[in-house]
Structures are given as structure tokens and as C-alpha cells.
């Protein structure tokens, strides 16, 4: 009995996987990595997965889409969430407006604009509680403040998953009482928008403390990561004697969260994938 997350290093991009005790998993986005070569869909086709429970697609945008037309090749999706708030003509024009609609965004519009197979039997999570909040179109029209926040919790291992949420998006999601009672069980703080200025909020951190705070990024592009999120977390003992409190794809590669039934987590960083 174990549930594991891991936060693949994707670059400039987002892909996590989660498997729960009870057998249903989750894919988190579906970004990918050139340059050590990292698909998901090679991941999984190598490790002969044709069928995940749940597909949650956090936003509308490239790099956590990239490689889903690719994915539906070869794998069944029994789930699909996002923000079904947002019109897909909506998510169609926003990203006409940047430029080329490459594949992977054709198919994740395709698959909001179409997807009509509700479960007809409850996710077997095994004791992981899952549970997702979003910001209302039109209230917000950008992508970003429209991701799907996720958060899974299992024996004390909490896991946020926010997307690109930027710093107004998560001031309005505090106004609800129970997505504050997420972040107070969250122990493992994926930050938004892969670190940048626009995804901190610093309120967040009063209702969220931390052990680790996770970032999934490349090298330093677009704006700069200005903002001290060691100060938000308490801290893991590293195997050198001081302590972790930033974890980072660009550093320390696929990072695993493994927490076992009745026993402690365990955090591997720089993680081989087999």
C-alpha cells in the first residue's frame, strides 16, 4: 500500500504521474524534455501502460500539452478534468492570438470541446483524497488564473498541483474556506507558474506550511524567480547533514514523493527513472 508523485523534469514545462494505493493514477499535464529526452508517452509505452484512470490538464497552454496527441495514441483515459468553465472557442482564440496551434494543443481542445464519458464507477484512490478547485470564466479570462488546482493528501502526505496560477488567481481561490483547509494538509508545495514572480502570493503561506517547496523549470527564461520560497518551507534533512528546502527539476531532475502506509515519506531527488 504506497502512493507515490512524481515530478518528472520536463524543462520549461509540467508532467507529473501519481499512483494511489486503491490503483487508480493520475497524469498531471504532459510536457516533455529534448534534451534528455524525456516523452511521456515513450515512459509509459516503455513500461507497457495503455489505460491511466485520470488525465488532469491544468491549463490551456503548450508546454503542458505538448505531447497529448501523441498519449492518445497509445492510451485510454477512463477520466479527463479541467476547468469546464472556459467555452472551448475561447481557448481556441486565446491561443490563435499567440501564433501556431501545434498538435498537442489541437487535441487537448478537441478532447475539452468533446470529452462526453462520465465515470459510471467512483476512482479507487485507496484513502488519497482528491480534490480540485478553479477559477470561473468569465470571472477570470486568462489561462493562467483559470488552472486547475489539484491537491491529493494520503497519511499526512499532502501534494499541491496549481498549474500557472498567478498571484490574483490565488487570492481569489482563498476566499474559499475549503481550499484553505487544503493548503493547511499540504506538505509538498508545487510552485505555480514554474517559479516565477507572477505565480507567488504570499498569503498562501499563511495557510500552508510547508516541508518542501518543488519547482519544475529549465534554466531562468522569460521573467526572473526573485522570490525566496525557502523561507515558506520547514525543511527535509539532505544526506550531507543540512537540510532541503527548495527542490528543483533543473537541478535535481525527476523528483519522487513515496509515502508508504503507516511509514514515513520518502523524497528522491534526482530520481532514475526503470
Known amino acids: 500500500m504506497m502512493f507515490t508523485f512524481t515530478l518528472f523534469d520536463v524543462g520549461h514545462g509540467f508532467c507529473a504521474y501519481a499512483k494511489t494505493p486503491g490503483g487508480s493514477d ?6 516533455y524534455d529534448n534534451e534528455i529526452q524525456f516523452y511521456p508517452s ?44 472556459i467555452p472551448p472557442h475561447i481557448v481556441r482564440r486565446e491561443k490563435e492570438k499567440q501564433g501556431t496551434v501545434f498538435s498537442g494543443m489541437e487535441s487537448a481542445i478537441e478532447m475539452h470541446s468533446n470529452w462526453t464519458h ?16 478553479y477559477n470561473e470564466y468569465p470571472a477570470f479570462t486568462d489561462m493562467n488564473n483559470l488552472s486547475v488546482v489539484t491537491f491529493l493528501e494520503y497519511e499526512g502526505c499532502g501534494v499541491v498541483v496549481p498549474g500557472d496560477l498567478e498571484c490574483v488567481g490565488w487570492e481569489a481561490l482563498l476566499k474559499k474556506p475549503a481550499f484553505c483547509k487544503c493548503l493547511e494538509e499540504t506538505t509538498y508545495f508545487i510552485a505555480s507558474h514554474h517559479g516565477r514572480n ?68 520518502r523524497v528522491t531527488y534526482n530520481y532514475q527513472l526503470n
Open 26 to 31: 493520475i497524469l498531471f499535464d504532459c510536457g
Open 42 to 85: 515513450t515512459y509509459f509505452s516503455d513500461r507497457k501502460i495503455t489505460r491511466i484512470h485520470n488525465l488532469t490538464l491544468s491549463h490551456f497552454d503548450q508546454d503542458h500539452v505538448a505531447t497529448l496527441d501523441l498519449l492518445r495514441e497509445d492510451i485510454h483515459f477512463d477520466g479527463l478534468s479541467r476547468n469546464k468553465s
Open 118 to 133: 462520465p465515470l459510471t464507477v467512483a476512482p479507487n484512490y485507496g484513502g488519497v483524497k482528491v480534490k480540485r478547485f
Open 198 to 265: 507572477a505565480g507567488y502570493c504570499e498569503e498562501v503561506f499563511d495557510h500552508c506550511q510547508p516541508l518542501l517547496i518543488l519547482l519544475s523549470d529549465k534554466k531562468l527564461v522569460h521573467d526572473t524567480q526573485e522570490h525566496d520560497y525557502t523561507k515558506h518551507a520547514r525543511g527535509i534533512p539532505d544526506s550531507h547533514g543540512g537540510t532541503r528546502r527548495v527542490l528543483t527539476t533543473r537541478n535535481d531532475g525527476h523528483i519522487r514523493i513515496e509515502k508508504p502506509s503507516g511509514q514515513s515519506v
